[in-house]
């Protein structure tokens, strides 16, 4: 009986994390522009150091 009012609360808890976060749609980000950002960061940081100055 004791188990009840231990893993009561975790299940609610855990029942409205999970209908707010079907309600509200959230989608993983999109990692193929992700990576296209990061590589374009390299590009940019590559044309930097070969920029000369010394």
Request: net charge negative; hydrophobic share 45%.
């Amino acid at each position: 009986m004791i188990w009840l009012f231990i893993l009561g609360p975790i299940i609610f808890v855990s029942g409205i994390a999970i209908y707010l976060e079907k309600k509200s749609g959230m989608t993983p980000p999109d990692l193929t522009e992700h990576a296209m950002k990061i590589d374009e960061a390299d590009k940019n940081a590559n044309m930097h150091k070969n920029s000369g100055g010394s």
